[in-house]
């Protein structure tokens, strides 16, 4: 790019693979896992490059698979409507639970109680509590179409919030029925959502099938910018608080990256590995993208006049 304050980008390894629809990161092992589109999920050693485990969990897309470390588990949720969770150590299965009536879009592990919060096409969010069986104990109704994810506010683990093809983002209280507050402006469905903190203040962002993503203040529930520049849906997003980027992948098959305090955009790239289904960051700075085509892991800096990367 141009721009001479542009962050610099450093592919450090990619991978062939099928279509990948999310990513995690282990908080102590090198470790990511991906679930694919073809019912598998796989764990990489991101140091060694070296493919540690692979599961094949079902026949269906696995749209969302996260680590529970804690209990050495993955969890996953696929197209079938079942929750799985299997041991990574034994490679055993602990349970298969049907927890909904459509495909699931999300599931996400509370950050200190053993909940798991689970998003679905059957416009349901549900809590599940694995020291009761996975039982469900609150089923969260609001939403008018498919429920595509969530994400538990890092200042308030009682709290998180959703998004949805409704075009809408709720916030929800565990224990509490009836979203906190709803946040419209998006003018087609939303389909990711990430919390992030900029100064004194906690901001939510959200990536919505208009092709733009927006900045939510969470306290007066008002939208502070629009990001837009992207040719298709904004299909995952991220955010680097060490470099203070956010980060917006799409449909298009790029990746914008922006300032959270100037909004300003710093940089672009697009790998050719087709759409990008997920991001997720490994440390400050190295960040995991999934694509129709597999997925690659860069890293990003500050400074330098130069990108090197396979940007395009």
């Known amino acids: 790019m141009e721009n001479q304050q542009a962050l610099k980008i450093e592919m450090e390894f990619a991978q062939n693979s ?24 796989t764990i ?17 897309p696995v749209r969302s698979a996260k680590f529970i470390a804690s209990k050495n588990w993955i969890v996953t949720g696929s197209d079938d409507g079942f929750i799985r969770v ?3 150590e034994t490679m055993e299965k602990i349970i298969e639970v049907e927890a909904h009536k459509d495909f699931i879009r999300c599931v996400v592990v509370h950050p200190n109680l053993p909940y798991l919060v689970s998003s679905s096409d059957d416009k349901s969010i549900k809590l599940w509590d694995w020291e009761k069986g996975w ?10 179409h498919y429920v595509m994810q969530v994400a538990f506010n890092p200042n308030d683990s009682n709290i998180f919030t959703s998004a949805s ?8 209280n565990i224990g509490s029925p009836t979203p906190k507050f709803t946040l419209n402006g998006h003018l087609k469905g939303v389909n990711c959502i990430v919390y992030f903190n900029s100064g004194d203040k906690t901001y939510l962002l959200s990536g919505s099938d208009d092709f733009t993503a927006k900045i939510w203040d969470c306290e007066t529930q008002t939208c502070v910018q629009t ?21 917006t992948a799409s449909e298009d098959g790029t990746a914008r990256l922006w300032h959270t305090f100037t ?47 396979g940007q395009a």
């Open 18 to 41: 099928e279509r990948v629809k999310s990513v995690d990161v282990h908080p102590t092992h090198p470790w990511i896992l991906t679930s694919l589109y073809s019912g598998t999920v």
């Open 44 to 60: 990489w050693n991101h140091q060694s490059q070296k493919l540690e485990k692979s599961f094949e969990v079902t026949n269906s």
């Open 86 to 88: 299997y041991n990574y």
């Open 135 to 144: 039982i469900c104990t609150q089923i969260f109704e609001g939403h008018s």
């Open 165 to 172: 093809l409704d075009g809408t983002i709720m916030t929800w």
């Open 227 to 247: 990001l837009e520049g992207h040719l298709h849906n904004v299909s995952a997003l991220c955010v680097l608080p060490e470099l203070s980027i956010v980060i």
């Open 263 to 309: 909004y300003k955009l710093e940089n672009t790239f697009n790998y050719d590995l087709g759409r990008v289904w997920a991001v997720g960051s490994i440390k400050g700075n190295q960040v995991i993208f999934g694509f129709d085509k597999g997925f690659c892991i860069v890293k990003i800096m500050n400074g330098g006049d130069s990108v090197s990367s």
